[in-house]
């Protein structure tokens, strides 16, 4: 194992995991995390950002959201998970990177 040198100040976990649509479980974040996922990943290459913010396409993480999609935030100044992400409150997530 090699350990790699290279750390972001900010990586996103954004979830696009997809149900049936009779899943107990819900439909999952699915379509919402691929709009979510592409807007985060196009705006931090806007900002010049691609060193300090990673976005990654991620599956459940087990805090399914009733509407939009659920996004993992770890940072130096903490960790959090956001659920009911759209694409008008996604951008908030890259402040402070
Ligand atoms: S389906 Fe996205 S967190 Fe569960």
Known sequence: VIRAPQLPRVHLFVCANVRADDNPLGPGCGEAGERV???????????????????????????????????????????????DVDESDAITLLEDA
């Open 37 to 83: 996922f592409k807007l985060l990943k196009e705006e931090s290459l806007r900002r010049g950002m691609v060193h300090q913010v990673w976005v990654t396409k991620a599956f459940c993480m087990g805090i399914c959201p009733k509407r939009g999609a659920t996004v993992a935030r770890h940072a130096e100044d903490g960790r959090g998970i956001f659920r």
